[in-house]
């Protein structure tokens, strides 16, 4: 399997989350499941880092180095799961502090 700009989907999560795990920084988009630009930069530094050729694509033997394995990939990520619930946990905060107010202002 080989992931390039224009892809989508799962594998690319995959991709996205062993760039990020790896310690690539994808800063704007993160973990969108969007082979982009963003995510072409990070290829090539994880690239570098392993001493590929740093085309951009991501191949076979760099979704090796990075651990994943194109064959298991059948559903989303795990960060996936971790980013909704940072979200719940945020709006939930966010619906707290308003209610915080709300009680303040009426003392």
Sequence with gaps: MTLKIGDKGPQVMHLQSALKAAGMDLPKYGVDGIFGPETQQAVRQAQQQFGLPTSGIAGQELLQKLGINPNAITQRPPQ???????????????????IAIKTIRRQ
């Design 80 to 98: 996936a799961s971790v980013n909704r619930k940072v979200l719940l946990f945020g709006s939930l905060t966010i619906i707290a502090i308003g």
